[in-house]
């Protein structure tokens, strides 16, 4: 059963604006931190941003100031905001919750390229 669908990625000039969507199952949602992760090539995943149930959010060095994470909690839906991408953000981006108790099996992800 798919749990997480994510989608909004694509090729992007440098400086340029994209928004990622995430699709979650309620078991996975729920009142549950969720954030978005990166991965580039065979690296492991990395968190660049969570959001708290409350909307209170956290992000990465990298990205601060520059991406914004909310959450639709009546959609059981999450979406990244980035703007001013760089060449650096190009990676493949999931979503799930942030505990790995509630965690979910990760979805396929969203590719954002990022061309300078």
């Known amino acids: 059963q798919v749990q997480l669908v994510e989608s909004g990625g694509g090729f992007f000039q440098t400086g340029g604006s994209a928004k990622l969507s995430c699709v979650v199952a309620a078991s996975v949602f729920g009142g549950n931190v969720m954030g978005w992760y990166r991965r580039m090539g065979e690296e492991d995943r990395k968190l660049v941003a969570r959001?708290?149930?409350?909307?209170?959010?956290m992000y990465a060095d990298s990205v601060k100031d520059r991406f914004t994470i909310s959450r639709d909690n009546s959609r059981n839906t999450v979406f990244l905001q980035m703007n001013n991408l760089k060449p650096e953000d190009t990676g493949r981006y999931y979503c799930n919750a942030v505990s790995p108790i509630v965690r979910g099996p990760w979805g396929l992800g969203t590719q954002v390229t990022v061309s300078s």
């Open positions: 959001i708290w149930s409350s909307g209170d959010t």
